[in-house]
C-alpha cells in the first residue's frame, strides 16, 4: 500500500510539474506572484544590475527584466535579456527550487528579488540545461567546455501584466 502511495504521489508530482508553476497569488491588476510575494517599487533594470556588478562577486537587488526563456519540462528555471542586444543573459533559479514559473512566460517582463552572481557552470548541467530548452542533441553535443554565467538566485517573482509588457 506504501508503493502505491508513493508512486501516485511521485506521479502526480510529475504530471503537476509539466504545465510549469502556479502564482501563489493574483493581483487585481493581473500581476502573477511566484515565492514570496515581493513588489515592483524600487526595482532596476537588468542593464543597471549589469552596471551594479561591474567589479563586484555578488550584487543583492530586485530587478526588473524580459524573460527570453524558460525551461520546458517545467519552468524550474528562466534566461533574462537586455534591452542591449550585444549584452549577456542572465540565467534564474528559484530559491530552494520552490516555486516555478508558467512555460509560456517568455516574452513577458518581471520583477525579481534576490542575489545576482557569477558562476561556472559545468558541461552536465549545461547539457541538461539545452535539453530542458528543447535543443537537438547536436546541439547538445556541441557543448564541450564548462561555462562562466551571470546567474540570479530569486526568492520572489512578480510577472507583470499585459498592461505593464513592453513588447
Known sequence: MKKLFLMLFIGSCILSCKKGGEPTHVADDGSAYFGE?????????YDQLLVQLNGKDTVEAKVLGNIEGVCQVKGCW??????????????????????FMPLDAAGKNVVMRGKAYREVTSVDELRHYAEDEGQSAEEIAKITEPMEELKFLADGVVLLPASKQSN
Open 78 to 99: 528562466m534566461n533574462i535579456v537586455s534591452e542591449d542586444k550585444d549584452a549577456e543573459s542572465m540565467f534564474v533559479k528559484f530559491k530552494d527550487y520552490g516555486f
Open 37 to 45: 510575494k515581493i513588489d515592483a517599487k524600487n526595482a532596476i533594470t
